[in-house]
């Protein structure tokens, strides 16, 4: 089993984190997602017609979303994780769907953007360079739709990086994460219990990166679940899962 993924990508954490603690062994590709643009070869294209990390390879199926390699992570736990626990599994997949909800990129940027001006015309360049790349890939591409697919994706990106008010984009993000925070429960050692769930994963990923970014102090979650933050870097699979709590620059521009 393969996981392809890029050590700084937010849900390559998700990936990396929930196999790891569901006990699930794998092999690591690392993706140079920066310099050599990985994602956008050919053979990777091969594996996920996306072009986004992570992506779980075995001999029996290729899982291309971070989500769905939760799930299967979830399901390899089996009773280890409280996912299946009638009295709160329905609680758990809000949580995890409410994470999804987040567009956490547009968080991450439009900080970046706010403090240091210079990107907010260096990432919508890197994406347009990418739009063309991509373009000019369209007529002898295996698979077009996916590229025309990846085109929209980042051209969308530039419009929302490049158009409005950036103040006001980074207020709204940030009543969207602390709506999430507000309805995370803290009912013991674990958010729903004595045991992990899926709820812990995300959550462990999403309060890492606002730390990265500086938006934890800000955002202020209850009390509670800083102190559950606090215990779950301690375990084990959170100190092996390569969770990024600060920027690293010069990983981010390697490979490894």
């Known amino acids: 089993m393969i996981l ?5 990508s937010y849900y390559s954490m998700v990936a990396r984190l929930a196999l ?5 062994a794998f092999d690591s590709r690392a993706m140079d997602l ?6 956008l070869a050919p053979w990777y294209q091969a594996i996920n017609p996306h072009m986004t990390v992570p992506a779980l390879v075995d001999d029996n199926a290729t899982l291309v979303d971070s989500q769905d390699i939760l799930r299967f992570a979830s399901a390899k736990a089996s009773s280890a994780w409280l996912d299946r626990e009638a009295a709160v599994s329905d609680q758990i997949e809000t ?3 409410a994470f999804y ?3 956490i990129e547009n968080l991450t940027f439009t900080k970046a953007m706010r403090k240091i001006p210079p990107l ?3 990432f919508p360049r890197m994406l347009g360079k990418i739009v063309k ?3 000019a890939e369209l007529e002898t591409a295996e698979n077009p739709d996916a590229i025309r697919a990846k085109v929209l994706i980042n051209e969308q990106r530039i419009s929302y990086f490049t158009q409005g008010d950036l103040k006001e984009k980074l ?3 940030r009543a969207h994460v602390t709506a999430f925070l507000k309805n995370i429960p803290e009912a013991g050692p674990l958010l729903f219990g004595d045991k992990v769930s899926s709820a812990d994963i995300v959550c462990a990923v999403l309060l890492a990166r606002l730390e990265m970014i500086g938006e934890l102090a800000l955002l202020k979650p209850v009390p509670e679940l800083n102190a559950w933050f606090e215990r779950f870097q301690g375990r084990a699979a959170f100190g092996s899962a390569d969770i990024w709590m600060k920027l690293h620059v010069r990983r981010l521009l390697l490979r490894r």
């Open 133 to 135: 790349k991509l373009e």
């Open 171 to 173: 207020e709204t993000e």
């Open 95 to 97: 949580v995890v769907q």
């Open 34 to 39: 920066h310099m050599a643009k990985e994602q």
């Open 20 to 24: 790891l603690e569901a006990g699930v």
């Open 120 to 122: 907010r015309f260096i």
């Open 4 to 8: 392809y993924h890029a050590p700084p």
């Open 101 to 103: 909800a987040i567009p």
